[in-house]
Structure formats: structure tokens, C-alpha cells
């Protein structure tokens, strides 16, 4: 059975992962999506997302990231959680937290990273689970 | 009652509107169907010769972690591992032109 694909919301309301959406290339965007259709359609531990979907580790094990390159060879993330059973889902989800992009040859900060997981533990937190609907 | 979920399937079918999300959309579903089907193919002849992830990992000189990594996604795989895989399964891995009609039409 395939996966449902949400969107976490911020307590403000903003939804993270759309504005970094909306603010990628086009080519990156699809390509983001696609993955993630690709993902939610077999989602693990089957082999899905064509190499661009993997599992993150050290401090940010339980993550997910959709890993994908764009013009001027600057990098883009998108990241994710897996919710199987979150108070509230009808099904099992891929929630998708936020975004970020890099230039080639440079690294994410500690404190980028932190964000993320600030988003992870503040959608863990949501009781039902908070998506954009 | 649950939660709305249907917000991502919106926002999709409203982007593929646009003829140039459409395309790049498409073309990588057929690039990430191509890969994750060489992945799920090499994980069935693994089974169908009935061999742990982790003894084709001794067969290609691999660590166990290593090869139960790729075949679960999580990470990415390089042609040289995918090559060495199809070899100690006895199999080949092919490129298939697309037949000349299509490439016409494409041209």
C-alpha cells in the first residue's frame, strides 16, 4: 500500500516545505516531487526514489532527505519524516519539513541542521499531527 | 475523523498545469522508475538465487551494511557496485536504445 505525501505546518501556519518548494527551480521542484511520488508510491524498505531519497544519520538519524543537484551545481535538500500511524493520519505518511540549499563544495551548519530537527520534534509534538490542508 | 491529507495531491495536479514543471516532472519519473527497477530486479535475482544481502556482500567484497544500505535506499548507488552485484548474481546490466521511431519523433 502506498504512502500519503503531507506537508508540515508551523504552529504560525506557514508551511515550510512549500515556500522552499516555491523557491526552487522548476527543474529542482519536480524533480523534488517526483521523488517523492516515486517514494510514497514503494515506500521503505523497498529500493525507491532513484538514488535521490535517503536515509540521514548521526544527529539527524530518523530523517530523511530528498537529495537532488541544480543549476550552477548548487545543492538542494528536502526533508523529511516517516509517520506511520500519527494521531490524526487516516495513513501512513511521508511528512515533509523543509528545505535548503548550498552551494557545491560547502556544508550545511550545525545550527541549519538544528532547525530542521526543531521542525521535526515540533511536528512529533502535534496532537492531531499538524499538515497544511 | 482524520486529518485532511489531500493538501500535497492539490498543489501537485495545480503545478503540472505548468507545461514546464510537467515535463521536468515527467522525465525524472522515468529516470527514478529506471533505477529503483535495476535495484528491485538485482534484489530479486539475490533472492531467486537465494543468497543474503550479506553473503553477496562477501561475494563482492563489500561490508554487509554496505549492501543492505542499498538495497533499502539509503544511499545511493554507484555504477560500480551495481556492475559487481549483477556480476556475482550472473547477470548483465543493460542500456536498451529506444526504438528509432521514437527517436525520430523526438527529433
Not at chain 1, 104 to 133: C, Q
Not at chain 2, 17 to 33: H, K, V
Given at each position: 500500500?502506498?504512502?500519503?505525501?503531507?506537508?508540515?505546518?508551523?504552529?504560525?501556519?506557514?508551511?515550510?516545505?512549500?515556500?522552499?518548494?516555491?523557491?526552487?527551480?522548476?527543474?529542482?521542484?519536480?524533480?523534488?516531487?517526483?521523488?517523492?511520488?516515486?517514494?510514497?508510491?514503494?515506500?521503505?524498505?523497498?529500493?525507491?526514489?532513484?538514488?535521490?531519497?535517503?536515509?540521514?544519520?548521526?544527529?539527524?538519524?530518523?530523517?530523511?532527505?530528498?537529495?537532488?543537484?541544480?543549476?550552477?551545481?548548487?545543492?538542494?535538500?528536502?526533508?523529511?519524516?516517516?509517520?506511520?500511524?500519527?494521531?490524526?493520519?487516516?495513513?501512513?505518511?511521508?511528512?515533509?519539513?523543509?528545505?535548503?540549499?548550498?552551494?557545491?563544495?560547502?556544508?550545511?551548519?550545525?545550527?541549519?541542521?538544528?532547525?530542521?530537527?526543531?521542525?521535526?520534534?515540533?511536528?512529533?509534538?502535534?496532537?492531531?499531527?499538524?499538515?497544511?490542508? | 475523523?482524520?486529518?485532511?491529507?489531500?493538501?500535497?495531491?492539490?498543489r501537485l495536479a495545480?503545478?503540472?498545469?505548468?507545461?514546464?514543471?510537467?515535463?521536468?516532472?515527467?522525465?525524472?519519473?522515468?529516470?527514478?522508475?529506471?533505477?529503483?527497477?535495476?535495484?528491485?530486479?538485482?534484489?530479486?535475482?539475490?533472492?531467486?538465487?537465494?543468497?543474503?544481502?550479506?553473503?553477496?556482500?562477501?561475494?563482492?567484497?563489500?561490508?554487509?551494511?554496505?549492501?543492505?544500505?542499498?538495497?533499502?535506499?539509503?544511499?545511493?548507488?554507484?555504477?560500480?557496485?551495481?556492475?559487481a552485484i549483477a556480476?556475482?548474481?550472473?547477470?548483465?546490466?543493460?542500456?536498451?536504445?529506444?526504438?528509432?521511431?521514437?527517436?525520430?519523433?523526438?527529433?
Amino acid at each position: 500500500m502506498g504512502w500519503r505525501i503531507v506537508y508540515y505546518q508551523s504552529e504560525g501556519g506557514d508551511v515550510p516545505a512549500e515556500a522552499f518548494l516555491d523557491g526552487c527551480p522548476t527543474a529542482v521542484e519536480a524533480k523534488m516531487e517526483a521523488v517523492l511520488s516515486a517514494v510514497a508510491e514503494a515506500p521503505p524498505p523497498s529500493f525507491s526514489g532513484g538514488g535521490m531519497w535517503e536515509a540521514m544519520h548521526g544527529a539527524m538519524s530518523g530523517y530523511f532527505e530528498v537529495r537532488v543537484n541544480g543549476p550552477g551545481r548548487e545543492h538542494f535538500r528536502l526533508f523529511c519524516l516517516l509517520d506511520r500511524d500519527g494521531p490524526g493520519l487516516d495513513e501512513p505518511a511521508i511528512v515533509v519539513l523543509t528545505g535548503l540549499r548550498k552551494p557545491n563544495a560547502t556544508k550545511f551548519s550545525e545550527a541549519a541542521y538544528a532547525r530542521v530537527r526543531a521542525r521535526g520534534e515540533d511536528y512529533k509534538g502535534s496532537v492531531p499531527r499538524r499538515i497544511a490542508t | 475523523m482524520g486529518v485532511d491529507m489531500s493538501y500535497r495531491d492539490r498543489r501537485l495536479a495545480t503545478r503540472m498545469d505548468d507545461p514546464a514543471f510537467r515535463a521536468e516532472y515527467e522525465s525524472a519519473q522515468r529516470q527514478i522508475a529506471q533505477i529503483d527497477a535495476v535495484m528491485r530486479r538485482l534484489d530479486a535475482l539475490r533472492e531467486e538465487a537465494g543468497k543474503s544481502k550479506a553473503q553477496l556482500a562477501r561475494d563482492i567484497d563489500k561490508n554487509p551494511a554496505t549492501v543492505r544500505r542499498l538495497f533499502s535506499s539509503e544511499v545511493n548507488p554507484e555504477l560500480k557496485t551495481l556492475v559487481a552485484i549483477a556480476e556475482a548474481l550472473d547477470a548483465d546490466l543493460v542500456v536498451k536504445p529506444r526504438s528509432r521511431r521514437r527517436k525520430r519523433v523526438a527529433a
